[in-house]
Each structure stands twice: as structure tokens, then as C-alpha cells.
């Protein structure tokens, strides 16, 4: 059973960076570099919503709105998977979760395709 535990969360000025990571394990010898890992990030009272996926190859998608200020990166030999955040107001204060599924991502960011979850990381952004 494949197991994800995000750091890197805390308290950040807006404007300022941070890193977060996600640390991978369960995965078996042949499947860790066929897993699809993702971001995403709740704020209280709103649905969990998609940051990045990124592919055991590498590829990468990025929402949109994010896109510029949040790159999300992966270290298949060490099965971790970053999130690079340059934050610009408390807009992006939310915690933020790693998922993983089997599988290529298929460019695909929605949480109900996703059956393995972190317990999430707590950033907060102050103006």
C-alpha cells in the first residue's frame, strides 16, 4: 500500500517561496516509476482542487492559474515529489495534499481518480 507523507508546510510572507515535498513509499520494485503523483490543495469550506501532476517521466501539467509561480517536480530514485511555491497573496493559503494512482496521469487532475492521499500540509500566507 503505497503511503505519502507531505513537509515543508508553515507560515510565509506574501511574495516569499517555499518548497514542499512528499515522501513516497509502498511501492514495489516494478511499480514505483508507473505511479502518477499529484498536488492539490483544499482551503476550510471549499472542495479540493487540482495544483500539478506529474508523470514518473517526467511530464508535467500545471493548472493554469498557477502556472509561473508553482512547479511541482518528482525524484523517482528517492520517490519524492516536490511543489516549488512563489506565493503572491493569501490566496494561496491552503493545505496542501499529495495523492498518487497507478498508471500513467493521462493528463488528468481530478481528485476522484486518485486512491492514495497524504494527510496534507498547512501554508499560510500572510499579506
Known amino acids: 500500500q503505497v503511503q505519502l507523507v507531505e513537509s515543508g508546510g508553515g507560515s510565509v510572507q506574501a511574495g516569499g517561496s517555499l518548497r514542499l515535498s512528499c515522501a513516497a513509499s509502498?511501492?514495489?520494485?516494478?511499480?514505483?516509476?508507473?505511479?502518477?503523483m499529484a498536488w492539490f490543495r483544499q482551503v476550510a469550506g471549499k472542495e479540493r482542487s487540482g495544483v500539478a501532476i506529474v508523470d514518473s517521466d517526467g511530464i508535467r501539467i500545471t493548472i493554469d492559474a498557477l502556472k509561473g509561480r508553482f512547479t511541482a517536480s518528482r525524484d523517482n530514485a528517492n520517490n519524492t515529489l516536490y511543489l516549488d511555491i512563489n506565493t503572491r497573496a493569501p490566496e494561496d493559503a491552503a493545505v496542501y495534499y499529495c495523492?498518487?494512482?497507478?498508471?500513467?496521469?493521462?493528463?488528468?487532475?481530478?481528485?476522484?481518480?486518485?486512491?492514495?492521499w497524504g494527510r496534507g500540509t498547512q501554508v499560510t500566507v500572510s499579506s
Open positions: 509502498g511501492f514495489t520494485s516494478n511499480t514505483a516509476n508507473t505511479y502518477c
Open positions: 495523492a498518487a494512482r497507478n498508471g500513467r496521469c493521462g493528463g488528468v487532475l481530478s481528485a476522484r481518480y486518485f486512491g492514495a
